[in-house]
C-alpha cells in the first residue's frame, strides 16, 4: 500500500496546500456525491457507475489546470483506522482510485501511464499481467498483493490505458476478508467508462 496510500495522501494534500479548497463538479453540488451515479471527469471520461455497491466517495479536480483528475469510490461502510502516521481515518472494505492525466500529445500520455505502471509494479507483489479491452478501450491490467504487512489492504488490481492525449489508472484494492470478484468490479467499471 505504500504506492496508494502515500500517493493519494500526498495528492490530496497538494491539492489543499496549493487551492485552500476544492472545486467541484455541478452535478456534485446539487446532491450529496454518494447519490452520483454518473460523473464526468474533464472533457476525456464519463463514468456512469452502475455497481450499486460502489459508491463514489470522491471528486477533485482542483488540479485540472495542470491536467490531473482524482476520483474515488468505496465499497462496504467505513471503520476507523489509525494510519502510519497516527491519523485515524475511514477504511473501507475495498476502495476504487481514478486518477486521470491530460497531457499534450499521446506520446505524452503514454509516458506517463508507463511510468505509473512500473511504479506499481515495483511496489507490490505482481500475481497476473494481462492486456484487455473493455468498451473498445484498451487497458493493461495487473493483480497483486501488498507486501507491506502494515498496509490495511491485502491484494488489489489496477488497471491503466491511454486514450489520445489522456492517460487512466484505476486501482481496486481490498481487506484481506473481502469476498467479492474484484476482476468482475473492476471490469464492470471499465465497461461503464466512457472515453471522448
Known sequence: ??????????????????????????????????????????????????????????????????????ASWRIGDATPYENRDGDMVDLYDAQLYLLLGEFTSNAKAQENQDAWLERTESNYEISAEEEIVCDEQAYQMITYTFPDEDSPYDRGISAFGVHENSAVCIELTCQKDFTGDLEAILTEFLGNCTYH
Open 1 to 70: 500500500m505504500k504506492f496508494n496510500i502515500r500517493f493519494v495522501l500526498c495528492f490530496i494534500c497538494l491539492l489543499m496546500t496549493v487551492t485552500g479548497c476544492s472545486l467541484t463538479a455541478p452535478a456534485l453540488e446539487k446532491e450529496p456525491i454518494e447519490n452520483t451515479a454518473f460523473l464526468k471527469i474533464s472533457s476525456s471520461l464519463e463514468v456512469n457507475n452502475t455497481d450499486e455497491s460502489l459508491i463514489l466517495y470522491d471528486y477533485k479536480e482542483a488540479l485540472a489546470g495542470d491536467g490531473l483528475y482524482y
